[in-house]
């Protein structure tokens, strides 16, 4: 097995699109109209829109080169205990700790882009994997600035550009999300479907020939890398600030796992699968939890089964086979 | 991208969001007066869904004992699944609870992190928050709202250390797990047990969730003191040190065991087996106690959660005095919807007889005072007890250790309880901060 | 010397407990190239079962092993029949929701089944006891784990090496549709080398337990270590996962016993090492 297999023979072949469809209206109309008519469940679409922002930045690592990350948590922390240390230090601008969060975790990720480009298939998943648990451990001995287990609190934010309180019922925190995800949607959207964009899907399809075409793998790995963790320091950044809290489990296994669950669900290599698998795993594992607090995994778990057994790559692959199905009949 | 449908889009948008949130508004006028919510905030699921298991024993005890209603008012409880040590998943619980459910009060917080994820909800929505068991010496301070049933390290670990310097042990080694509670643990201990004129000649941390511990226990033999000092959360971590204990031969090589009841928590100790035999602690709480308050206690349990449950433990007992203070203050405040401030007062000061022994809530910082025991692990008819042997009845949480924690101002606002929850005004844009330093 | 020599057999032991929990996946894994995530979940069951066989129905341990080897390969092969086999071997990350579900749905039946608590297994008394060789302690325990890893290398070493299976093995794994072209029964092979697997991690479980406890979260709490045995020895080696695994565990007792402070800081720097140094593994197998 070679990681880039997984993530291979799925998505589109066909040059990428990025021209705004109705789909994109109808996709992103859907947290709009949840704001009004869920206004009390935002807390939840918070966190689920800042898990479709992670996924996305993992869907540039995974689904567009075919490096498989088990550790991608490192940067969501990163880019949350930047946040947070700022905020509960004093410094609570919303904005400006968004832009050192990405940056402290764009460089960590710059930095361990050149061991994963280093390993190989397995390898690099451990490789991510292992940096991960380093960042956790590091993050727990250093309790007398991260809080340890116990968590960072004490995180005030002022006001989102002077003038949104961050209000109990999180209509500031949603909405701030919502916007910094969507632009960020744009930006991948963007670079994506540049000839850089290109050379990385190149990549992932085969990386043995891109040196014979004159593409530098390394380096374009490096810029997906680091992209990627930038993104996932937002996320982290978003969290923090919104949830104004800061746990060790930012930094954890289960977080890394939960994101790529979350991703291979909605459709690795497709940038809404992030979206739609992030939306389907928080929404149903909150009603389920809900619902059965303690058995809730059973059901959660008997999703993730089906889904495996009726789509080939996600929802989006289930999506794309039906709709291809239905044009050569 | 094509803007003309980008434009469409934003538009529609906007169209929606005006249209449905007008259409939305009406309802919502408060807390009810007639049921009474309970949010509990446990970790159902996961690593720590024992300590969840043990506090939803005790809150069952209690509503089957006690009966379901309250001041004529119907109680309900919400569980909540924190799934562990995520912070940001309680908090967004917590505010769920407060925000959408209309909870009266905030409860369950079986680990540190969710608690004090939790807290400035609790402030700023103004709710009740009980802890159940959640031990970090600070949580208390987080919110004026919060009130703790269950223990502190600090205090049962200080009178550990004092009862060794008095009792001819000289050299102690420690070994806490490697967080809060623990440091906590480890802070008190030592600064009792040398004040007392005792000698640290050792003192170890493992990690959080640390597999086996051959190598310290090996290391803890090696550095021959009289005694070991541990502290590790009840579950796997204390079945394994006390099994990594035993056969290392630490009781053969002459060095007692002194822990907090964590350690050696009735319900596992079974599980533990004979290796725990002599094993001093200082807890709160023993299925051993002997009192008609426990001994009505333990049936109530048995008959609310079946004889497989096993016995209880100082989490279940925690659990249901929680409840107690909860049926109290509703007792107090009839019926319409509780007024955190006021409930809070009535918390302060609260005090009666528990299973655990006499119990009072400090009307300055709102946590337990009560009896601490020094116990020592016997058989009993064939079976492990921790059977208490000296009590120090009225212990607060003594001061923290220079470096820690700054002590509070009594009963006032807490660090980060923000501003006070108003209407944003436009166009001020004062940085919020807390009275805190 | 005395205290580094008890300390390093400490940690040979403790290396041979991690193989042991993982060698289950060495197979699914390592050899099969399929990522079983729910490799924890039959160590769980594993170890559950041998909770009820020992404890309850008062077997002993040694007689539960041989039992648990032949019914968890079982349950394996039909978990592969009518669950795995559907999901393509060419599509890890499908493996990867796949089995994380099962672990899921594996959690909560044990939570339902056997309640949140932790559960031991009751060790015959030949197993509890201590030796006395040259002013060392020896654990009989400890002995046995290393005498576990030696003898299951050497098995495994040879099963698939040296026999004919192993050959049928390897050769479906690199080249499933040309060994099928071959004759060689490809679903069949993978159906025995999945029941083994799943054998070996309910053994493994349950010799597991008694360092490492047992409860319904035990499926999540140990992959890392999984993951990191089966790597960083290298896919597709036994040899290697052995060495990987006393290597770790050697280095993780020995720094927590010299610097405790590192805490779990050293066990996860050695294992960013070895990858870095041997990219594919410590034993690469050819292609």
Known sequence: MTAAAGARAAPSTGLPDDRWTRWDTALWLAPIVAFAVFSDRLELGRDVVIAALFALSLDIV?????????????????????????????????????????????????????????????????????????????????????????????????????????DLEGRTAYLYSLVVTFAAFLLVRRVLSSPFGLSLRAIREGMARMPALGVPVGRRLVAAFTLAAALAGIAGGLQAQSARVVTLDVLSFERSATVLIMLVL???????????????????????????????????????????????????????????????? | MSHPAFLRAAVTAVALVGAVSCGKKAGDDGKGGGTLKLGVILSLSGPFADVAKQIQGGIKTYMKQHGDTVAGRKVEVLYRDSTGMAGEVSKRLAQELVVTEKVDFLTGFGLTPEALAAAPIATEGKTPMVIMNAATAIITSKSPYIVRFSLTLPQVSAPLGDWAAKNGIKKIATLVSDYGPGHDAEAAFIKAFTAGGGEIIDSVRSPPQNPEFAAFAQRIKDAHPDAVFVFVPAGQQSVAVMKSFQERGIAEAGIKLLCTGDLLDDHQLATIGDAALGAISTHHYSVAHDSPENKAFLDAYRDANGAEAGLPNFMSVAAYDAMEGIYRVVQKLGSGKIDADKAMEIFKGMSFTSPRGPIMIDPETRDIVQTVYLRKVEKANGELRNVEQQAFPNMKTPAPAPGGEPPRPPGGEAKGSAEPPKEPAKGSAEPAKGSGK | MAAFISVLFDGIAYGSLLFVISVGMSVTLGLMRFVNLAHGAFAMFGGYVAYELVNRAGLSLFVALPVLLVGFAAVGAVLERVLYRWVSRTRPLDQVLLTIGVAFIATAIATWIWGPDQHSIALPAALKRQLHVFGLDLNVYRLFLIAMIV????????????????AQLRAAVDHPEAAAGLGIPVDRVFGLSFALGSGLAAVGGALGVEVLGLDPSFTFKYMVYFLLVVVVGGQGSIVGSAIAAISLGVFDVVGKYYVPGAGAFLIYALMVILLLVFPHGLIRRGR
């Open chain 3, 151 to 166: 003898a299951i290398t050497a098995v495994l070493h040879v099963l698939i090496e040296r026999t004919r299976f192993g």
């Open chain 1, 266 to 329: 909605g459709g690795a290599g497709r940038m809404y699968g992030a979206f739609i698998g992030a939306g389907l795993f928080m929404l149903a594992r909150d009603y389920l939890a809900r619902k059965d607090p303690v058995y809730w995994q059973l059901w959660i778990g008997g999703l993730l089964i089906v889904v495996v057994l009726l789509a080939r790559g996600g929802i989006l692959g289930l999506v794309e086979t039906l709709r291809a199905r239905r044009r050569t009949p």
């Open chain 1, 62 to 166: 995974l689904g567009y080169t075919g490096v498989v990350s088990l550790g991608h948590a490192a940067f969501f922390g990163l880019g949350a205990y930047t946040a947070g240390l700022l905020a509960h230090h004093g410094w609570g601008e919303p904005l400006t700790g968004l832009v050192c969060a990405a940056a402290v975790a764009a460089v960590a990720g710059y930095a361990t882009s050149f061991l994963v480009v280093r390993g190989a298939a397995l390898g690099q998943l451990m490789i991510t994997l292992g940096v991960g648990l380093l960042l956790h451990e590091a993050a727990n001995k250093a309790h007398a600035l991260t809080g340890g287990v116990d968590g960072l609190g004490d995180i005030v934010m002022w006001r989102l550009a002077g003038v949104f309180r961050f």
